[in-house]
């Protein structure tokens, strides 16, 4: 298994432009979701997903999409990038909610200028 | 929302010795979860504790759950240049869908 998978591992923006960050997982996990890791803020929840179709926002969702088309697929949109985007993303799943561990890709640099 | 708090923020210890980081929740744990990350790397799962009272060791780190102080601790024995990261908890949120993250400790451990 290639486990949890991102894709591009860096990307620099200009202000406005849009771009999907990609995340991928081949453990058949139900559960998935996108952090930010900003330094002295820790990890924080932008989108989850608790299935094909479902998904709800976390705890700092503005100027982020999400989709959940497929078991295997939740892409991050960023629509009109800000430089307060700039952070490292990393995305996660679970096989089922709460007691089960999470794992986790190896993450997006983002820098928008 | 749950708050977590790690302390110390960040370590230097020198190679051999013991270490402690601690992650204190705001609200009462029902699942702790610790990670480590490289330097520019991903979360490495390291542990998860769900019961007051739980200890659970992996090599040279043991982790315990302390239920009524809503507060878990990390032990490094020996410590080793491998073990040098950042150390991150995480705790099960309220939809039990995702986790909260303290916002870490780093750790160096010198020759």
């Known amino acids: 298994n290639a486990g949890v998978t991102q894709t591009p591992k860096f990307q620099v923006l200009k202000t406005g432009q849009s771009m999907t960050l990609q995340c991928a997982q081949d453990m058949n996990h139900e559960y998935m979701s996108w952090y930010r890791q900003d330094p002295g803020m820790g990890l924080r929840l932008i989108h989850y997903s608790v299935g094909a179709g479902i998904t709800d926002q976390g705890e700092v969702p503005n100027g982020y999409n999400v989709s959940r088309s497929t078991t295997e697929d939740f892409p991050l949109r960023l629509l009109s990038a800000a430089p307060s985007q700039t952070s490292v993303y990393f995305c996660a799943s679970s096989y089922s909610n709460g007691q089960e561990t999470q794992y986790f890709g190896p993450g997006t640099r983002l820098l928008v200028l | 929302s749950q708050e977590l708090e790690q302390s110390p923020q960040s370590l230097i210890v020198q190679e051999g010795k013991n270490l402690t980081i601690n992650c204190t929740s705001s609200k009462t744990l029902y699942g702790l979860y610790w990670y480590k990350q490289k330097y520019g790397e991903g979360l490495i799962f390291l542990m998860m504790?769900?019961?007051?009272?739980e200890e659970k060791s992996h090599e040279k780190i043991t982790a315990k759950l302390d239920e009524k102080k809503q507060q878990s601790s990390l032990h490094i024995t020996a410590s080793q240049p491998s073990h040098a990261g950042i150390y991150l908890c995480g705790a099960d949120t309220d939809s039990g869908y995702a986790l909260n993250f303290g916002k870490g400790t780093s750790l160096l451990v010198t020759p």
């Open positions: 504790l769900q019961k007051g009272g």
